[in-house]
């Protein structure tokens, strides 16, 4: 009776595994609706095919942060394909799942026990709600965290399966190549590159390969990241171990206020770590990992020689992340999906004396799978229905992307050559050439140090300026503002259901370029 309740327990979270990925691949089709993609993702994407290069604003401090995966985006958008990003991400999941699902570092297979066991590790990840946030926007993630994964898998590989020194050589300068990859991509991924390379390094062991090592990592280190560094420096005025180390680099004002509040951000009102686990409302919650978490009190770090890697690796990560990154289930989901991996390492055998615990969690992973299963539908019907026709796709963004409708109506009134100067952030959206004032949350307008950012304005010869809320004394240029256009009151169009429909005031006026030294003392500096 036993036996055929545990098939039918494997049949089940087979198929809920199964639907899990169905819906995800939908939602990656559907168009892009998510606020950050409106903004640089697509925004940086669709200035690298206006330019034929990578943009370099100084002002557009969001812009800034853009790397190889909005050049994904744009190569996506240059053959028409709007959710090629979010593909790649959904592909980036794909192989997360390949990892959980078929890889195995135990030479006997799993017992059928076993095999529920690694059902309930990949229903953890699948479940995850951030996953949903995660894989219905542009952003360079997912991808990218999947490469970081397979790296760890490589990495395992020295441990458990390279038997020659040319194998060890051979997994290595993959492991150099995936890593140093993502970390032209975001930032943030720097951590967990320099953690995986340098184990791996250590792991080749002998003091022959130490050398031939080292040679690997800085000739790819040359190939893949020096490029990047080397054009910081250039278009941005910047040291070499600035352009390394900061991700915005350069002396220029408002930058460190800027990556302060990005490091500072919080999905949640709740304090790390319970924020991982739980959202404050029900809004947020697709920005959590999840009950996924509690699998950590299965790893055991001394097992063997694998899962002591692993769990150092995420140690210091955790540890490293908590001091200087980002308290967001964004930046923990590597982790998250390193202790999954630690646990395929583990026999399930030896967890048996914890059976009723391992029951408990199960359980709470699959319930999260369920809401996670009933907010993929959502997404799924909300926003899959702008891909079958022109008109639906317009009913879709207008109803779900932010500023939408604002854009358009900006770009049914301005002429063809203006150039905008913008408050809102959805610049992606824009039919003209648009400028970002992301800038001006922090600098002051009437210092010296506002110089470089009115500069770009007064040389991109800003024809036009779209300012959220009524004008005052207090609104941004308020001395270069001319005719009102228009005047619109305009709906934050939000993909959560449950979230208040709130409305803001935004107007459109012309932007008298050659009254710029009204608008700010620093300007005087200019000339």
């Known amino acids: 009776m036993d036996k055929f309740a545990l098939i039918d327990i494997n049949k089940f979270l087979n198929l809920f595994i199964k639907l899990l990925l169905v819906a995800y691949g939908l939602l990656a089709l559907c168009p892009v609706t998510n606020a950050d993609s409106l903004d640089y993702h697509i925004g940086v994407a669709i200035e690298i095919l206006n330019q034929g290069k990578m943009p370099a604003f100084l002002g557009w401090f969001h812009g800034r942060l853009a790397g190889s995966g909005e050049v994904l985006n744009a190569l996506g958008l240059a053959i028409g394909a709007e959710q090629f990003g979010s593909l790649l991400q959904f592909s980036g999941l794909l192989g997360i799942y390949g990892i959980l699902a078929f890889y195995s570092f135990l030479e006997k297979d799993l017992a059928n026990d076993g095999s529920v066991w690694r059902e309930i590790i990949i229903i953890a990840f699948l479940s995850s709600p951030v996953l949903v946030f995660l894989v219905s926007s542009s952003k360079p993630q997912l991808l990218q965290v999947g490469m970081t994964s397979f790296a760890v898998v490589l990495l395992l ?3 458990f399966k390279a ?10 300068i993959l492991i150099c190549i995936l890593i140093m990859s993502t970390t032209q991509a975001k930032f943030s991924f720097f951590l967990s590159a320099f953690l995986i390379g340098l184990c791996s390094l250590i792991l080749l062991v002998s003091i022959r390969l130490y050398i031939y090592g080292v040679l690997i990592g800085i000739f790819f280190l040359i190939l893949i990241i020096f490029p ?3 054009w910081k420096i250039k278009n941005f005025d910047s040291s070499m171990i600035d352009a390394i180390l900061a991700p915005l680099p350069g002396p220029w004002p408002g930058v460190k206020s800027f990556e302060s509040v990005l490091r500072n951000y919080r999905d949640s009102t709740l304090d790390f770590p319970l924020s991982l686990l739980i959202p404050n409302t029900f809004e947020v919650v697709t920005t959590i990992i999840g009950s996924g978490l509690f699998l950590v009190i299965f790893v055991k770090p001394i097992a063997n020689l694998q899962t002591f890697v692993l769990s150092f690796i995420i140690i210091i990560f955790v540890i490293l992340g908590i001091l200087f990154g980002q308290k967001a ?15 395929i390492v583990i026999d399930p055998i030896k967890i048996q004396n914890l059976k009723f615990t391992r029951n408990v969690i199960g359980f709470l992973v699959i319930l999260q799978a369920g809401l996670t299963f009933g907010i993929l539908l959502l997404g799924i019907y909300q926003l899959l229905p702008g891909v079958f026709s022109i008109q639906s796709r317009e009913k879709v963004m207008n109803q779900y992307a932010n500023g939408y409708n604002l854009m358009k109506w900006t770009g049914s009134v301005l002429p063809k050559d203006a150039v905008l100067l913008s408050q809102h952030r959805s610049v992606a959206l824009s039919e003209r050439k648009t400028l970002s004032l992301d800038w001006a949350k ?13 500069k770009e304005i007064k040389d991109e010869n ?3 300026i779209l300012i959220l809320g009524e004008i005052s004394k207090d609104s941004p240029f308020f001395g270069c503002i001319g005719n009102v256009i228009g005047k619109t009151k305009s709906q934050i169009a939000m993909r959560n259901p449950l979230a208040p429909k709130d409305h803001f005031t935004a107007i459109l006026a012309e932007f008298r370029i050659n009254n710029l030294s009204q608008c700010s003392n620093s300007v005087l500096k200019l000339k």
């Open 157 to 159: 590989e020295i441990i």
């Open 228 to 230: 990047s560094v080397f």
């Open 163 to 172: 038997k020659t020194d040319k194998n060890k050589l051979s997994i290595f």
């Open 442 to 454: 922090f600098v002051n307008f009437d210092s010296i140090i506002a110089s470089p950012y009115l």
């Open 329 to 343: 289930s964004r930046f923990f989901l590597e982790p998250f999906i390193w202790i999954l991996i630690s646990l």
């Open 462 to 464: 800003v024809t036009h």
